[in-house]
């Protein structure tokens, strides 16, 4: 298992951007899925970009266009950049490892709150 720090959050405004940062120890960080997740308040948890080992990326609806999920196995680092950004991405955001690639999430972060503005 990897342990997982993010970094990054904070408050923006309508449209601003932030980037998140989650550095991650332990090995073998290239052969895992690294994702980002967020909980809004009053809402379930839901993943909503993935970068696969092989180098495929994933993104729900909601952020495609404005997130970008990065990675730099050299720093065992994944980055999520949030572009555009808008009040209802207001939540605490975690970064989560999957060692089997498979989408089995068991290593997560503490999270990092951004709050967007209008």
């Known amino acids: 298992q990897v342990q997982l720090v993010e970094s990054g959050g904070g408050l923006a405004q309508a449209g601003g951007s932030l980037r998140l940062s989650c550095a991650a120890t332990?090995?073998?960080?290239?052969?895992?899925?690294m994702g980002w997740f967020r909980q809004a308040p009053g809402k379930e948890r839901e993943i909503i970009a993935v970068s696969w080992s092989g180098g495929n990326t994933h993104y729900v609806d909601s952020v495609k266009g404005r997130f970008t999920i990065s990675r730099d196995n050299a720093k065992n680092t994944v980055y999520l950049q949030m572009n555009s950004l808008k009040p209802d991405d207001t939540a605490v955001y975690y970064c989560a490892g999957d060692p089997g690639n498979t989408g089995s999430f068991g290593s997560w972060g503490q999270g990092t709150q951004v709050t967007v503005s209008s």
């Open positions: 332990g090995r073998a960080f290239n052969d895992y899925a």
